[in-house]
């Protein structure tokens, strides 16, 4: 849900590029929001292969996000 709140601040932006993530099927509704929080650098997920979308996201780690997205 952070990265759909991030995706939604930068304006939806069209994105693209390539993320291996199993866990995130591109007909998922979080699946633009994690390709741009991914191409933009601001996470690189859990392992090289997962995302983790319904992991539990810390304050701290949506301070950081905000931080990145915005360098």
């Known amino acids: 849900m952070a990265v759909t709140l991030l ?3 930068k304006g939806r932006p ?3 590029g390539d993320m291996s993530f199993a866990d995130v099927p591109e007909t998922a509704y979080f699946y633009k929001p ?3 929080a991914f191409t933009e650098g601001v996470t690189a997920g859990t392992s090289e292969d997962a995302f983790s979308p319904d992991g539990d ?12 997205m915005e360098k």
């Open 57 to 68: 996201c810390q304050r701290a780690h949506l301070v950081v996000f905000l931080y990145l």
């Open 14 to 16: 069209e994105v693209s």
């Open 7 to 9: 995706y939604g601040y």
């Open 34 to 36: 994690v390709l741009l």
